[in-house]
Nanobody
Framework: QVQLRESGGGSVQAGGSMRLSCVAS?????IGWFRQAPAREREAVAV???????EYGHFVEGRFTISKDSVRNTVDLQMNALRPEDTAMYYC????????????????WGQGTQVTVSS
C-alpha cells in the first residue's frame, strides 16, 4: 500500500512560480505529478520513471522541474512561468509498474492540491 501526501499549491499570478511537494510511503516503481482541470481528463505533468528518468507532459515546455529525494521520500514539482491554463487540481500519483506518463496505470493517489493561476 502506498500513501501519498501533497503540500503546496494555492494562488499565483501568471508568470509566477510555485512548488509542490509529495511525501510518499510504501513501495512503488514510478511516481509523479498529474493534474485535472474541471471537465477535462486527468493528464500527466511530470514523472520519475523506474530508471530515474524524468518525463514531462508536452505542455510543460521546459517550465517545470520534477525532483525526487529518495532519502526524504519526497517528490517535488517546481513550476515556473505559470499560465492561467495551468489552473487545475494537482495530484501526486504512484504506480506499481513503470507506466511513465500513462496516468491510467497509476493506482495510488494523494488527495490533491489546488493550483490557481490568475491572468
Amino acid at each position: 500500500q502506498v500513501q501519498l501526501r501533497e503540500s503546496g499549491g494555492g494562488s499565483v499570478q501568471a508568470g509566477g512560480s510555485m512548488r509542490l511537494s509529495c511525501v510518499a510511503s510504501g513501495p512503488y516503481v514510478s511516481i509523479g505529478w498529474f493534474r485535472q482541470a474541471p471537465a477535462r481528463e486527468r493528464e500527466a505533468v511530470a514523472v520519475v520513471t523506474k530508471n530515474g528518468n524524468l518525463e514531462y507532459g508536452h505542455f510543460v515546455e521546459g517550465r517545470f522541474t520534477i525532483s525526487k529525494d529518495s532519502v526524504r521520500n519526497t517528490v517535488d514539482l517546481q513550476m515556473n512561468a505559470l499560465r492561467p491554463e495551468d489552473t487545475a487540481m494537482y495530484y501526486c500519483g504512484a504506480a506499481e509498474w513503470d507506466y511513465r506518463l500513462n496516468f491510467r496505470g497509476y493506482k495510488y493517489w494523494g488527495q490533491g492540491t489546488q493550483v490557481t493561476v490568475s491572468s
